[in-house]
């Protein structure tokens, strides 16, 4: 029976000395990391901010902010795609190649709503940017501007059907004739007369 008091004992002053052990150290490691409750707070807001807002945006990209806010992206941040502000501020834009930004949330997936904007990232252009058709600030597309004379030449399936003069994107292909110039506009600076 002494044996089992002797144990015991010796398990109480174990624990008692870990316990002991424990609350030293943690009285101790609290403050040296940084976790003390009363200015926890404090501490977070002395810290530099990494993300901004779009106002914040706005003070030096004005224009850009104009035109964003009045498209489809302006539920965005601008960080969204241009990284935390912190780092632009200091390094300029921090982008990726920008079709594979675009199709983080445009690649047609399961899932997505039927109205919401999305591509087949193979069949839309796979060769091309995306901002060489959108403007991720506004993204409805810019509808590439003809860069020859018209006139004479309505049927633009003649040249543009051929593959090996020009060929037509994936998505025009089914598309009739009389509806290219609807929203392909003759350059302003292009040829009048027949060339």
């Avoid at 059907?161 to 302003?188: F, Q, T, Y």
Wanted: proline fraction near 9%; aromatic fraction near 4%; charged fraction near 20%.
């Amino acid at each position: 029976m002494k044996h089992l008091t002797r144990a015991s004992s010796l398990l109480v002053l174990v624990v008692a000395g870990f316990a002991l052990v424990r609350c030293a150290t943690s009285q101790v490691a609290i403050p040296v990391i940084g976790l003390v409750r009363e200015d926890d707070q404090a501490q977070w807001a002395s810290l530099p901010p990494r993300l901004g807002s779009p106002p914040q945006c706005a003070r030096c990209h004005d224009a850009v902010d104009l035109v964003w806010a009045r498209s489809a992206h302006a539920g965005q941040t601008c960080e969204s795609c241009h990284g935390a502000g912190d780092r632009h501020i200091e390094y300029g834009a921090i982008l990726g190649p920008a079709r594979e930004l675009c199709v983080t949330c445009h690649e047609q997936t399961t899932g997505r709503p039927e109205n919401f904007a999305s591509v087949i990232r193979l069949e839309h252009f796979p060769l091309q940017d995306c901002a060489s058709c959108h403007d991720p600030h506004s993204p409805a597309a810019a509808f590439p501007e003809i860069p020859h004379n018209v006139q004479g030449r309505e049927d633009c399936l003649a040249c543009h059907g051929v593959r090996e003069i020009a060929s037509l994107p994936p998505n025009h292909i089914d598309r009739p004739v009389e509806l290219c110039l609807g929203c392909h506009k003759r350059k302003p600076n292009a040829p009048e007369g027949p060339s």
